[in-house]
Nanobody
Framework: QVQLVESGGGLVQAGGSLRLSCAASGRTFSSYAMGWFRQAPGKEREFVAAISWSGGSTYYADSVKGRFTISRDNAKNTVYLQMNSLKPADTAVYYC???????????????WGQGTQVTVSS
C-alpha cells in the first residue's frame, strides 16, 4: 500500500513556474515508477510525465515536453514536477500516481494522490 500526497499547486501568471511535490508513504517507494497526470474541467484525465524506479528514464506528453521536468528523490520518498513557461491550457488538477510498471496510461497506475489545483491566468 502506498499513500500519496501532492502539494505545491496554486495560481500563477502565464509564463511563470511552479514546482509540484508528491510525498509517498511506505518503505518501498523505490519499487514504484511514478507518474503525473492532470484533469481539466470537463475533460478526461491525461498523462503528463512519468519516471522510472531509479529516475534514470523519463517520458513526457508532447504538450509539456521542454517545459516540464519530472524528478524523484528516493531518499525522501518524493517525486517532483517542475513546471516552467506555464500556459492557461495547463490549468488543471494535477495528480501523482504510483505503478509497479513504467506506464503512460492511467489504467496502469495502482495508487493515486488526492490532487492539487494549478491555475494559470492569462
Amino acid at each position: 500500500q502506498v499513500q500519496l500526497v501532492e502539494s505545491g499547486g496554486g495560481l500563477v501568471q502565464a509564463g511563470g513556474s511552479l514546482r509540484l511535490s508528491c510525498a509517498a508513504s511506505g518503505r518501498t517507494f523505490s519499487s514504484y515508477a511514478m507518474g503525473w497526470f492532470r484533469q481539466a474541467p470537463g475533460k478526461e484525465r491525461e498523462f503528463v510525465a512519468a519516471i522510472s524506479w531509479s529516475g534514470g528514464s523519463t517520458y513526457y506528453a508532447d504538450s509539456v515536453k521542454g517545459r516540464f521536468t519530472i524528478s524523484r528523490d528516493n531518499a525522501k520518498n518524493t517525486v517532483y514536477l517542475q513546471m516552467n513557461s506555464l500556459k492557461p491550457a495547463d490549468t488543471a488538477v494535477y495528480y501523482c500516481a504510483a505503478t509497479t510498471y513504467y506506464s503512460t496510461s492511467l489504467y496502469g497506475y495502482d495508487y493515486w494522490g488526492q490532487g492539487t489545483q494549478v491555475t494559470v491566468s492569462s
